[in-house]
């Protein structure tokens, strides 16, 4: 295996679920060892669903197998005096630590980072949680939803005549996760430089302020207020519209004209050829009427024929893509996107492979552990469990 | 080799020198959080093609003001703590310059479409021949190879086609678009790309060229559907705000005009707790709810009767009463709670103020601070974002040492502090 970006890296991972396992998942597929530790009953995405055959199977769930790609596994029971010895142990041979443990806890056990950085002044712990180390909701519980919700993302989706709606699945935390690599990896520049490291206190309600920047900024500047605007386009020839076979986006690029009188000609609408469309503010008010002068040209084509129809004209277009389509894209094709990796228990499945390509160092798409696997490598004679 | 620095910070970044190409949300999102960490970022435009966030977006009160490019939200709470240059890189001169710039840089990043740097004569082959060991990252929608690559991408497409519409939306009407979620996804992506080859650079003296394909990092954030799909045969779709396992879990009304609370209850135990607090006991003896697999069924039924509840009480008052029983719980909040009425916003100190130098109407204001609370390098605000070109002097004249041109280059209309378009849509009142 050629060097990696990361290799030499040795990571500890006390974090479970999404966010700190997605930045352990991260770390590993750059080549740093990830070392994961689990309860004896294991991350909780274990017992996530949906399971093969509907039976749930601590080394089945997709949840886990993904974002656990290319770890190694051990058990530790924390509340013990052994398991604290044994982390505090692990901890001092690590450049990296992620946790996300309630705030207050791993100094409750005498082995919060003050401790840590005794035994080992160079280690960068990321220590990940809802809303932060400190402040009045730090000891509050949070899931997907409600990191969602208090992001403020929220009050951005969905139809404006019914509740918000959140992104599926766990984006929100794949996002925290992502976060937190890259402020490891900068804490950990600076550790190499200085051979000290430090402590990285990331609210995941902080974090999603990435994502909310515009709506900020417009309530600072003008004090407006986000509007949900459902799927429909504002802008004119945008949006979401039902074709053939599924649904296709049409947008126009962004403040240039020229794009919109691209598509009056691709969707072949003469009336959108009088002048008066030239102006924004004009589409902008007549969007409703644009996108129905639209609609006879997107319901007769498949979001394929759109799609490429449309970027032929250089026009932003796309499509809501599923699994399927994914997995059958061409361009994904041609960039060896998707990876084969095999598995104990469920065999060889496809996975998503690199985040981003790098010339000179390669990505490596490792499986997951199962649950303690590595604890006779990891703990040699001491034994796993803290016992 | 010594090092010539224009500012000096304390930050973890602090010998990082990066020129930054980029424009509008994704890279300029990534380089300011390089930035707030310390690293010395020089954002480079041109007069005839500056960013174009500098175009629209919030203006203060709706005012176009005197110059306004420099006074646009968007831009200049994503562009803080960067320095800003002007430089035409379709010239000689201009793409001369450019050069002695990565010569004493360590990363460049840009995300144009993909034939502008090689067009330009500054695609990563070229710098490598100025400086070996530079780092550069480009964030194409698409990749920089494959039949697509040439394709247009914005937020508006990017997000469906890297799959996270599919599985979003309300269970009775199918997805729900997003806004250009993968925006802000590569942005954050970039920091720890760039990172990664700067550690790898470090230990070896190495740099490389990363190509970031928006749509291929975002739809990492769905993975586990691939491994549903072929473990399972299944393809997801939208779940509206249920969570597998989780009942009551949704977003209720509560009291206000478009206001609302969001409740997971993830376990029995909290359910009796959320009956307790609720003063709605019956609700725990009723055989439709009382254990979790009844609970998961019956959530048509269970919803209702959670809204008539939380409809009548404020957002900020549920919260506390739930979390008081360990009870997921959050208010969907605005920008305006974000800013001015959160409390632990308030207390974590998130929000910075600054001010803005072609913005005198607008005073002190607040924008998004630090994302990550750094302990012993923290985050600080160093400047506010670049009015268009401000740093030519300090950029070529201190740093590059170029003495007698500067004069010359702006005359030339290689340089510049005004934009050189002024007709049509980019200067009108486009909000």
């Given at each position: 295996m050629a060097d990696q970006a990361l290799s030499g890296i040795r990571t500890l991972e006390l974090a479970q679920g999404v966010a700190g396992p997605y930045a352990g998942n991260l770390m590993a597929g750059l080549g740093a060892e990830v070392v994961k530790v689990e309860p004896p009953t294991g991350d909780w995405s274990r017992r996530v669903e949906p399971f093969p055959g509907d039976v749930p199977h601590p080394e089945k769930s997709p949840l886990f197998l993904y974002l656990n790609m290319g770890k190694k596994s051990i058990t530790l029971e924390l509340d013990t005096p052994r398991g604290r010895e044994l982390l505090l142990q692990l901890a001092s041979e690590v450049d990296v630590l992620l946790e996300d443990l309630p705030p207050g806890h791993l100094d409750s056990l005498g082995i919060g980072y003050k401790r840590l950085e005794e035994a080992n002044p160079a280690l960068v712990m990321v220590s990940i949680t809802p809303f932060g180390q400190t402040g009045p909701y730090c000891d509050y519980k949070a899931t997907e939803l409600v990191i969602v919700a208090m992001s403020g993302l929220m009050r951005a989706y969905g139809e404006p005549d019914r509740e918000p709606i959140k992104p599926g699945g766990w984006m929100a935390q794949y996002h925290v996760g992502t976060q937190a690599f890259g402020a490891a990896l900068v804490a950990l520049y600076d550790s190499q430089l200085t051979g000290f490291g430090q402590q990285v206190d990331i609210s995941a309600m902080e974090a999603m302020q990435?994502?909310?920047?515009n709506a900020i900024s417009n309530w600072a500047y003008n004090y407006e207020h986000v509007q949900r605007g459902g799927n429909v386009g504002r802008a004119g020839g945008t949006g979401l519209f039902h074709c053939r076979d599924g649904i296709a986006v049409l947008d126009t690029v962004i403040g240039d004209f020229p794009s919109f009188e691209r598509l009056a000609a691709l969707t072949e609408v003469e009336e959108l050829g009088d002048p008066a469309y030239r102006d924004p503010d004009y589409r902008r008010e007549h969007s409703d009427e644009i996108n129905e002068l639209i609609r006879p040209w997107v319901e007769s084509r498949t979001k394929s024929e759109i799609y490429h129809a449309g970027q032929a004209q250089r026009l932003p277009f796309g499509f809501v893509s599923d699994t399927r389509d994914l997995l059958e894209s061409p361009q994904l094709k041609a960039r060896e996107y998707f990876v084969e990796v095999d598995h104990p228990r469920v065999g060889t499945l496809t996975y998503p492979g690199p985040p981003f390509k790098m010339t000179e160092t390669p990505w490596h798409a490792g499986r997951a552990p199962l649950l303690g696997e590595h604890n006779e490598e990891v703990y040699g004679d001491v034994g796993p469990h803290g016992r | 080799m010594a090092r010539k620095g224009t500012k000096t910070t304390a930050g973890a970044l602090r010998n990082v020198r990066i020129v930054d190409l980029t424009q509008i949300w994704a890279g300029p999102l990534s380089s300011k959080i390089l930035a707030d960490m310390g690293a010395e970022v020089i954002k480079v435009e041109a007069t005839r093609r500056y960013d174009n966030a500098r175009n629209y977006g919030s203006l203060p009160n709706d005012q176009l003001g005197e110059r306004p490019y420099n006074r646009r939200?968007?831009?200049?709470n994503r562009n803080r703590n960067k320095m800003g240059v002007t430089l035409d890189l379709k010239t000689d001169k201009g793409k001369a310059i450019f050069r002695d710039l990565v010569a004493i840089s360590d990363v460049v990043m840009e995300n144009y479409s993909a034939r502008v740097?090689?067009?330009f004569g500054l695609e990563y082959d070229a710098l490598r021949n100025v400086r070996p060991d530079i780092v550069m990252i480009s964030m194409p929608a698409f990749g920089r190879t494959g039949p697509e690559k040439d394709y247009i991408g914005q937020g508006s497409n990017l997000t469906p086609l890297a799959g996270m519409v599919a599985v979003t939306g309300y269970q009775d009407s199918g997805p729900q678009q997003i806004g250009a979620y993968t925006?802000?996804?590569?942005?954050?992506?970039?920091?720890?790309?760039?990172?990664?080859?700067?550690l790898y650079r470090q230990k070896t003296g190495r740099g490389q060229y990363i190509d970031l394909a928006q749509r291929e990092v975002s739809a990492r954030f769905i993975g586990e559907a691939v491994l549903d799909h072929g473990l399972n045969g299944r393809i997801g779709g939208p779940q509206g705000n249920r969570q597998a396992g989780m009942a009551p879990h949704g977003c209720?009304?509560?009291?206000?005009?478009?206001?609302?609370i969001a409740i997971a209850v993830s376990s029995d135990q909290q359910w009796l707790d959320l009956c307790s607090v609720t003063g709605h006991p019956e609700w725990a003896d009723d055989p439709r709810f009382s254990i979790s697999s009844e609970r998961?069924?019956?959530?048509?039924?269970?919803?209702?009767?959670?809204?008539?509840?939380?409809?009548?009480r404020d957002k900020y008052e549920i919260m506390p009463l739930l979390q008081q029983a360990d009870i997921a719980c959050g208010p969907v909040l605005t920008a305006e709670d974000l800013v001015d009425r959160d409390p632990h916003?308030?207390?974590?100190g998130f929000f910075w103020k600054t001010s803005v130098p072609d913005a005198p109407d607008l005073g002190v204001h607040s924008i998004p601070g630090a994302l990550w609370k750094f302990s012993k390098t923290p985050a600080t605000l160093r400047s506010p974002a670049p009015r268009l070109g401000e740093h030519n002097d300090l950029v070529y004249g201190e740093l590059l040492g170029i003495s007698d041109d500067?004069?010359?280059l702006e005359t030339e209309g290689i340089t510049g502090t005004e934009p050189l378009v002024r007709e049509g849509m980019w200067l009108s009142g486009q909000p």
């Amino acid at each position: 295996m050629a060097d990696q970006a990361l290799s030499g890296i040795r990571t500890l991972e006390l974090a479970q679920g999404v966010a700190g396992p997605y930045a352990g998942n991260l770390m590993a597929g750059l080549g740093a060892e990830v070392v994961k530790v689990e309860p004896p009953t294991g991350d909780w995405s274990r017992r996530v669903e949906p399971f093969p055959g509907d039976v749930p199977h601590p080394e089945k769930s997709p949840l886990f197998l993904y974002l656990n790609m290319g770890k190694k596994s051990i058990t530790l029971e924390l509340d013990t005096p052994r398991g604290r010895e044994l982390l505090l142990q692990l901890a001092s041979e690590v450049d990296v630590l992620l946790e996300d443990l309630p705030p207050g806890h791993l100094d409750s056990l005498g082995i919060g980072y003050k401790r840590l950085e005794e035994a080992n002044p160079a280690l960068v712990m990321v220590s990940i949680t809802p809303f932060g180390q400190t402040g009045p909701y730090c000891d509050y519980k949070a899931t997907e939803l409600v990191i969602v919700a208090m992001s403020g993302l929220m009050r951005a989706y969905g139809e404006p005549d019914r509740e918000p709606i959140k992104p599926g699945g766990w984006m929100a935390q794949y996002h925290v996760g992502t976060q937190a690599f890259g402020a490891a990896l900068v804490a950990l520049y600076d550790s190499q430089l200085t051979g000290f490291g430090q402590q990285v206190d990331i609210s995941a309600m902080e974090a999603m302020q990435a994502a909310n920047e515009n709506a900020i900024s417009n309530w600072a500047y003008n004090y407006e207020h986000v509007q949900r605007g459902g799927n429909v386009g504002r802008a004119g020839g945008t949006g979401l519209f039902h074709c053939r076979d599924g649904i296709a986006v049409l947008d126009t690029v962004i403040g240039d004209f020229p794009s919109f009188e691209r598509l009056a000609a691709l969707t072949e609408v003469e009336e959108l050829g009088d002048p008066a469309y030239r102006d924004p503010d004009y589409r902008r008010e007549h969007s409703d009427e644009i996108n129905e002068l639209i609609r006879p040209w997107v319901e007769s084509r498949t979001k394929s024929e759109i799609y490429h129809a449309g970027q032929a004209q250089r026009l932003p277009f796309g499509f809501v893509s599923d699994t399927r389509d994914l997995l059958e894209s061409p361009q994904l094709k041609a960039r060896e996107y998707f990876v084969e990796v095999d598995h104990p228990r469920v065999g060889t499945l496809t996975y998503p492979g690199p985040p981003f390509k790098m010339t000179e160092t390669p990505w490596h798409a490792g499986r997951a552990p199962l649950l303690g696997e590595h604890n006779e490598e990891v703990y040699g004679d001491v034994g796993p469990h803290g016992r | 080799m010594a090092r010539k620095g224009t500012k000096t910070t304390a930050g973890a970044l602090r010998n990082v020198r990066i020129v930054d190409l980029t424009q509008i949300w994704a890279g300029p999102l990534s380089s300011k959080i390089l930035a707030d960490m310390g690293a010395e970022v020089i954002k480079v435009e041109a007069t005839r093609r500056y960013d174009n966030a500098r175009n629209y977006g919030s203006l203060p009160n709706d005012q176009l003001g005197e110059r306004p490019y420099n006074r646009r939200a968007l831009f200049n709470n994503r562009n803080r703590n960067k320095m800003g240059v002007t430089l035409d890189l379709k010239t000689d001169k201009g793409k001369a310059i450019f050069r002695d710039l990565v010569a004493i840089s360590d990363v460049v990043m840009e995300n144009y479409s993909a034939r502008v740097m090689g067009n330009f004569g500054l695609e990563y082959d070229a710098l490598r021949n100025v400086r070996p060991d530079i780092v550069m990252i480009s964030m194409p929608a698409f990749g920089r190879t494959g039949p697509e690559k040439d394709y247009i991408g914005q937020g508006s497409n990017l997000t469906p086609l890297a799959g996270m519409v599919a599985v979003t939306g309300y269970q009775d009407s199918g997805p729900q678009q997003i806004g250009a979620y993968t925006d802000p996804v590569t942005g954050v992506s970039a920091v720890g790309a760039v990172m990664a080859a700067l550690l790898y650079r470090q230990k070896t003296g190495r740099g490389q060229y990363i190509d970031l394909a928006q749509r291929e990092v975002s739809a990492r954030f769905i993975g586990e559907a691939v491994l549903d799909h072929g473990l399972n045969g299944r393809i997801g779709g939208p779940q509206g705000n249920r969570q597998a396992g989780m009942a009551p879990h949704g977003c209720y009304p509560s009291k206000g005009e478009d206001e609302w609370i969001a409740i997971a209850v993830s376990s029995d135990q909290q359910w009796l707790d959320l009956c307790s607090v609720t003063g709605h006991p019956e609700w725990a003896d009723d055989p439709r709810f009382s254990i979790s697999s009844e609970r998961l069924n019956n959530q048509d039924e269970l919803d209702p009767l959670i809204a008539g509840w939380t409809q009548q009480r404020d957002k900020y008052e549920i919260m506390p009463l739930l979390q008081q029983a360990d009870i997921a719980c959050g208010p969907v909040l605005t920008a305006e709670d974000l800013v001015d009425r959160d409390p632990h916003m308030e207390a974590r100190g998130f929000f910075w103020k600054t001010s803005v130098p072609d913005a005198p109407d607008l005073g002190v204001h607040s924008i998004p601070g630090a994302l990550w609370k750094f302990s012993k390098t923290p985050a600080t605000l160093r400047s506010p974002a670049p009015r268009l070109g401000e740093h030519n002097d300090l950029v070529y004249g201190e740093l590059l040492g170029i003495s007698d041109d500067l004069e010359a280059l702006e005359t030339e209309g290689i340089t510049g502090t005004e934009p050189l378009v002024r007709e049509g849509m980019w200067l009108s009142g486009q909000p």
